[in-house]
C-alpha cells in the first residue's frame, strides 16, 4: 500500500500515544491501537450533590461480580448506560448502511466537517479541528466556546471510510456544553454533519455506552471499519477535583445511512 492509499487514521498512528480517553480498511492490529491520542475535555466541575453520586460505571465495580455485556447497548430513556466487554465490536447499524464518499485523492482537495445537527437532543453547533498536543492527547475545543465541537482532523472526514471522530464539552464553569444531552441518544436517532464540499451525511446511531478512562474502549472507538461511521465523544460520570477531569467518558457510535452529494 503506498502513502496515498493509506487512510488519514493510519497515517497518524505511528506517531499517536495511548493514555485512554476524552475528557474524543477492516480492525486495525492490537498494536496500532495502542498508538491512539489520548482525551479529556477539561470540563468543569458539576454541583456537590453529583459529585458524590456514584456513576453507572462505578456501581458496577462494586457488584463485584457483575458481567459485562458482549455487545454495546442501545441506550433510550431510563436506560442506565454502562460499558460493553473489552473485545465487543461496535455495534451492529440500525438501518441499511451507504456507501462511503470516496477519499480525496489529494490532500489539499480535502473537505473538512463545517456543522453537526443532532435534532433529538437540539444541537445544532459549528465543528472545529482539534489535533494533538505535544504530549499526544487530543485537544479539544477551547472552554470560551461551549458551543463548538471539535474534529480529530486526523481521523476520517465524516462520510469516508473509517471512523470520524469528534468531541465536545458536556459542562464549563458557565453552565451546560453542547454535548450535555449526549448521554440521551439512542439506537436509530439520526445525527447529521455537514462538509465543506457541500455534501451532506447522515448517520443513524446504532448504540451508547458509558465506560471508564481507566477502561476506554480503545479498538471499539478507533479501530478502523469497512464502512463510514461516527463517533461522539463526552464526558461523564462524576467529576474529579484533583485531576481536573470527569471519571467516564460517553460514546456514542453511529453508521452513515444516507449521504446528499
Known amino acids: 500500500m503506498t502513502e496515498q492509499q493509506k487512510t488519514p487514521m493510519q497515517r497518524a498512528q505511528p506517531g499517536l ?14 498494536t496500532l491501537l495502542s498508538l491512539v491520542p489520548s482525551m479529556d475535555d477539561g470540563s468543569a466541575s458539576l454541583p456537590a450533590a453529583a459529585q458524590d453520586r456514584p456513576t453507572p460505571v462505578q456501581e458496577m465495580a462494586n457488584a463485584g461480580a457483575f458481567v459485562l455485556p458482549p455487545t454495546v447497548g442501545p441506550g433510550g430513556k431510563n436506560v442506565p448506560l454502562t460499558p460493553a466487554r473489552p473485545d465487543a ?4 447499524a440500525a438501518v441499511p448502511v451507504v ?4 477519499t480525496a485523492k489529494a490532500k489539499t482537495a480535502r473537505a473538512r466537517p463545517t ?21 499526544g492527547k487530543l485537544g479539544t475545543p ?9 474534529w480529530y482532523r486526523d481521523s476520517p472526514v465524516p462520510g469516508e471510510i473509517g471512523p470520524a471522530i ?14 450535555d444531552r449526549l448521554r440521551e441518544l439512542a439506537k436509530g436517532d439520526q445525527i447529521y454533519v455537514y462538509r465543506s464540499d457541500g455534501k451532506v451525511t447522515r448517520f443513524t ?6 465506560a471508564s478512562k481507566t477502561s476506554f474502549p480503545t479498538s471499539r472507538v ?23 477531569s470527569y471519571t467516564d467518558n460517553i460514546v456514542v457510535y453511529a453508521t452513515l445511512s444516507k449521504k446528499k452529494v
Open 89 to 92: 465490536p461496535p455495534p451492529l
Open 205 to 210: 446511531v446504532s448504540g451508547i455506552e458509558q
Open 17 to 30: 500515544l495511548i493514555a485512554g480517553s476524552l475528557g474524543g480498511v477492516g480492525m486495525v492490529m492490537v
Open 166 to 179: 469528534i468531541n465536545g464539552h458536556v459542562s464549563t464553569r458557565k453552565g451546560p456544553a453542547v454535548f
Open 222 to 244: 478507533y479501530g478502523n471499519t469497512k464502512d463510514s461511521q461516527l463517533r461522539l465523544i463526552t464526558c461523564g460520570g462524576v467529576f474529579n477535583q484533583a485531576a481536573h
Open 115 to 135: 456543522r453537526i445537527k443532532i435534532p433529538k437532543i437540539k444541537v445544532n453547533a459549528p465543528i472545529g479541528a482539534v489535533t494533538l498536543d505535544t504530549k
Open 99 to 102: 456507501a462511503p464518499i470516496p
Open 142 to 150: 477551547p472552554l470560551s466556546k461551549p458551543s463548538q465541537t471539535g
